[in-house]
Nanobody, 120 residues
């Protein structure tokens, strides 16, 4: 069925950059909102960035100006360019695909997660 596979995580120093990629396969809806979420130790999973099928982008305040999300609808991929990384960005990052807000039936799929560790 639907699968989301993340890649690009790793260990970087503060101030460095990483680019995460997510490839979706299976019967993904063309109207899906896709994005990135993260979960740090002891914290709830939080939204990092999302992009709708129409191109509307939302960022968490904590990453605004540092992260850039992009989507290639043709390839069913979504990427997250992370610049000026901070130790507090350390988390497992998850790719997500979900139903748009206007949909009558909601769905949501998650990738397995990729670890991002930012050293001081």
């Amino acid at each position: 069925q639907v699968q989301l596979v993340e890649s690009g995580g790793g260990l970087v120093q503060a101030g460095g950059s990483l680019r995460l990629s997510c490839v979706a396969s299976g019967p993904i809806s063309s109207s899906a909102t896709m994005g990135w979420y993260r979960q740090a130790p002891g914290k709830q999973r939080e939204m990092v960035a999302t992009v709708t099928s129409g191109g509307t982008i939302d960022y968490a305040d904590s990453v605004q100006g540092r992260f850039t999300v992009s989507r290639d609808a043709t390839k069913n991929t979504v990427s997250l360019q992370m610049d000026s990384l901070k130790p507090e960005d350390t988390a497992v990052y998850y790719c997500n695909s979900r139903a748009p807000r206007w949909a009558s039936t909601r769905w949501s799929y998650w990738g397995q997660g990729t670890q991002v560790t930012v050293s001081s």
